[in-house]
């Protein structure tokens, strides 16, 4: 398994406005995953893009996978003071699929 | 369904103390991860489990750290001696499927607070 590194390490923005974190990878995936963790509370799945596509949406949230960078992007729009949270990236290499978080992106959205 | 239930929420004791945490994964998963989470080193894997079996136990710091699922409905996580650097937020999940070949999402419990004084 491998690690993402998620970037920027920190991010804040006004309520209404758009938040894009980013996701970068060493080797070849088969998918990736992207999760929240509100302040004191567990880890909560949101998204799952598999390697072969491009971009995936669920509700105000856009992923996109590019390979050929290795890395991923993460977009919330119009953002929410709820939206307030860590997020975390998951890539899934090889054949086992053990998920490995890196620090995540602690995203601050003032109302 | 509960979801996974970890105990207890909060813990709090001195040096030297045996800590033993728990968790309780979702009906059905057969797959069970135990993840450590600090501000220094973030959220670290430690062991995961599938069909009751340890897999991976190359993410436990040491010897004083041992896991056990003794069925698919209830796993432990024992630290003997803790010492004040073992001080983290201990984090258990489970997942459908096997962890070697399952692209489902994990789920995790709401975490155990531990402080080592």
């Known amino acids: 398994s491998q690690q993402g590194e998620e970037d920027p390490q920190a991010l804040s923005i006004q309520e209404g406005e758009n938040a894009t974190m980013n996701c970068s990878y060493k080797t070849s995936i088969n998918n990736l995953q992207w999760y929240r963790q509100n302040s004191g509370r567990g880890l909560v799945h949101l998204i799952l893009?598999?390697?072969?596509?491009r971009e995936k949406h669920s509700g105000r949230l856009r992923v996109t996978l590019d390979t050929s960078k290795k890395s991923s992007s993460l977009l919330i729009t119009a953002s929410r003071a709820a939206d307030t949270a860590s997020y975390f990236c998951a890539p899934q290499s090889g054949g086992s699929y053990i998920p490995t978080f890196g620090r995540g992106t602690s995203l601050i959205v003032h109302p | 369904d509960a979801g996974v239930i970890q105990s207890p929420r909060h813990e709090v004791t001195e040096m030297g103390q045996e800590v033993t945490l728990r968790c309780k994964p979702i009906s059905g998963h057969n797959s069970l991860f135990w993840y450590r989470q600090t501000m220094m080193r973030g959220l670290e894997l430690l062991i995961y489990?599938?069909?009751?079996?340890?897999?991976?136990d190359s993410g436990m710091p040491e010897d004083r750290f041992s896991a056990k699922m003794p069925n698919a409905s209830f796993s432990t996580l024992k630290i003997q001696p803790s010492e004040p650097r073992d001080s983290a937020v201990y984090f258990c999940?489970?997942?459908?499927?096997?962890?070697?070949?399952?692209?489902?999402?994990?789920?995790f419990g709401e975490g155990s607070r531990l402080t080592v004084l």
């Open positions: 999940a489970s997942s459908a499927g096997q962890a070697t070949f399952n692209t489902g999402e994990l789920f």
């Open positions: 489990f599938n069909n009751n079996v340890p897999i991976d």
């Open positions: 893009i598999r390697s072969n596509e």
